[in-house]
């Protein structure tokens, strides 16, 4: 059956859930099917759907109960064939739960976070009703149970990872996630740019700076690991509201010589592709899918246990340390620091566009059954 697929994210930014979007957009309509990008008229999502050739529709989302938004959006959708709505995120969920009442098609709430929901009208008036849940990790699916959300009703769907120059193509990227052709040359860009020694031990962590992402557990740990590996760098890279107490924190740690903070980047992967060790901090985590880039890139992971992210890692080579213990997580770093040569390749063909997308589209069959 062909559908067609009203993707809806309200967000201002462009982060993990709007790459994962336009990823499955793009995996959609190149089998066929077709796939609309809803979104703000004027974000980040809106320019990168267009610069893909997607199709794009822009509504005001004047807050998830928006009425003007939902009814809008419930005529444009019924003008489709085989319409489904698939809120990517929590407020999206809200409209497509709205849009749906006022005579809207079957829809699809998917949720990438694993915080409980935030109260039982929540959990009622939008996971509830949805016509399924998309969960990205089993650790999601038991929160939602616990928040009375059906779980006969939620579909465990990874986030997905571009693999091969097909997928690679569709989602826009220039070649396939992987290591760097020219490693050194690479280092030495990044080193001129930070002021960072190439010949380093350089850690990583990509992550939007708020407090589920827990980089403060990273710094807490750079002592340790500076202790006993003096060569050791730490870059930290992203933005968000906790950007400058990160700051003052390695300042207060005595470590700001030893870390950098270069902002968030439009590119992330050749920030990955130079390190020797990625490292995911987190005490919340749906499933982290920045694992997946790192894996791919072949970067020996450190991580927390964190929500979904043994699920992720499960059968990779990754050291994985209870959540909020620094100590922990610098002898992980150290370990890692020590293992001579690059992690090896893991399997990550469940994560493929083509597999993720095939198990979204059993989902849609379900909505409209």
Not at 303 to 326: C, N, Q, S, Y
């Given at each position: ?6 993707h809806?994210?309200?967000e201002r ?5 709007e ?6 957009a ?9 796939s609309v ?10 320019g990168e759907?267009r ?8 509504l005001?989302?004047?807050g ?15 003008r489709a ?6 809120a990517h995120?929590?407020h999206?969920a809200?409209?497509a739960?709205l849009?749906a ?10 949720r ?14 939008k ?9 990205v990790?089993?650790f999601?699916?038991g929160?939602?149970?616990?928040d009375?959300?059906?779980?006969s009703?939620?579909?465990v ?13 569709l ?17 030495r860009?990044l080193?001129a740019q ?6 380093a ?13 827990d ?11 500076l ?6 760098r ?5 933005d ?10 390695a300042?207060e ?5 030893a870390?950098?903070?270069?902002g968030?980047q439009?590119?992330?992967?050749p ?19 920045v ?7 072949r ?19 990754a050291?994985?340390?209870p ?8 002898a ?5 620091l020590?293992?001579p040569g ?8 469940r994560f493929?566009?083509e ?15």
């Amino acid at each position: 059956m062909r559908y067609t697929a009203f993707h809806l994210d309200s967000e201002r930014g462009l982060r993990g859930g709007e790459r994962q979007l336009l990823y499955l957009a793009a995996w959609l309509r190149a089998q066929g099917h077709g796939s609309v990008v809803v979104c703000r008229a004027g974000a980040p999502l809106e320019g990168e759907a267009r610069r893909l050739g997607l199709d794009v529709r822009t509504l005001p989302f004047c807050g998830e109960l928006d009425p003007v938004t939902a009814w809008r959006l419930a005529r444009e959708a019924g003008r489709a064939e085989n319409p489904v709505l698939h809120a990517h995120t929590a407020h999206a969920a809200g409209t497509a739960a709205l849009a749906a009442r006022l005579g809207g098609p079957p829809w699809v709430a998917h949720r990438r976070v694993d915080f409980r929901l935030a109260n039982p009208v929540s959990a009622r008036l939008k996971y509830g009703a949805a016509s399924r849940v998309v969960a990205v990790s089993e650790f999601i699916k038991g929160v939602l149970a616990k928040d009375g959300v059906d779980p006969s009703r939620v579909d465990v769907v990874p986030d997905a990872l571009p693999l091969g120059p097909a997928e690679a193509k569709l989602a826009g990227l220039d070649v396939p996630w992987g290591p760097a052709p020219d490693r050194d040359a690479l280092r030495r860009r990044l080193g001129a740019q930070t002021e960072l020694d190439p010949g380093a031990l350089w850690v990583g962590n990509l992550a939007a700076m708020v407090g589920h992402k827990d980089q403060a557990n990273l710094l807490r740990a750079m002592p340790a690991v500076l202790a006993s590996e003096p060569r050791a760098r730490f870059l930290v890279v992203g933005d968000g509201p906790l950007r400058a107490d990160l700051e003052a924190l390695a300042r207060e740690l005595g470590v700001a010589q030893a870390v950098r903070f270069p902002g968030r980047q439009d590119d992330p992967r050749p920030w990955l592709q130079s390190l020797d060790v990625y490292c995911q901090p987190s005490w919340g985590e749906g499933m982290g899918s920045v694992l997946l880039e790192a894996m791919a890139c072949r970067v020996p992971v450190v991580a927390t246990t964190a929500g979904g992210i043994p699920e992720v890692t499960k059968g990779t080579p990754a050291r994985l340390v209870p959540p909020r213990d620094p100590a922990a997580l610098a002898a992980a770093l150290l370990a890692a620091l020590r293992e001579p040569g690059g992690a090896s390749a893991p399997d990550l063909t469940r994560f493929s566009l083509e597999a993720t997308g095939n198990a979204v589209l059993a989902a849609y069959a379900k909505a409209r059954a």
